[in-house]
């Protein structure tokens, strides 16, 4: 299992960015896609879950009608198209894979699966 993620940059307030999670060694219907992202000095946030298998999907509150996350089963590549963004946006962007629930019905709490970061920055 590989994960590989781009599409980070620098950014103004308010502008748009769409990341890339291109996976390998397995097709999406096996596992669920989340994004997570990590700011410098805080604890790492789930951002938004895909299960490209039925389509769920999930959002975290501080993204939640800002960003969409989407998947292309025939190119085995996540999406994360960003808009709106804020300063505090401004992280680490990492996809990761698993199964979409726990056996406590908890969304991709702990991924198995990590691809390396991008970097977001988002300048005021």
């Known amino acids: 299992v590989q994960l590989q993620a781009s599409g980070g940059g620098l950014v103004q307030t308010g502008g748009s960015l769409r990341l890339s999670c291109v996976a390998s060694?397995?097709?999406?219907?096996?596992?669920?896609i989340g994004w997570f992202r990590q700011a410098r000095g805080r604890t790492r946030e789930k951002i938004s879950c895909?299960?490209?298998?039925?389509?769920?999907?999930d959002y975290g509150d501080s993204v939640n009608g800002r960003f969409t996350i989407s998947s292309d089963n025939a190119k085995n590549t996540v999406y994360l198209q960003m808009t709106s963004l804020k300063p505090e946006d401004t992280a680490v962007y990492y996809c990761?894979?698993?199964?979409?629930?726990?056996?406590?019905?908890?969304?991709?709490?702990?991924?198995?699966?990590w691809g390396q970061g991008t970097q977001v920055t988002v300048s005021s």
């Open positions: 060694g397995f097709s999406l219907d096996t596992y669920a």
């Open positions: 895909i299960s490209s298998d039925d389509g769920s999907t």
């Open positions: 990761a894979a698993d199964r979409w629930l726990t056996e406590d019905d908890k969304i991709m709490p702990e991924p198995g699966y």
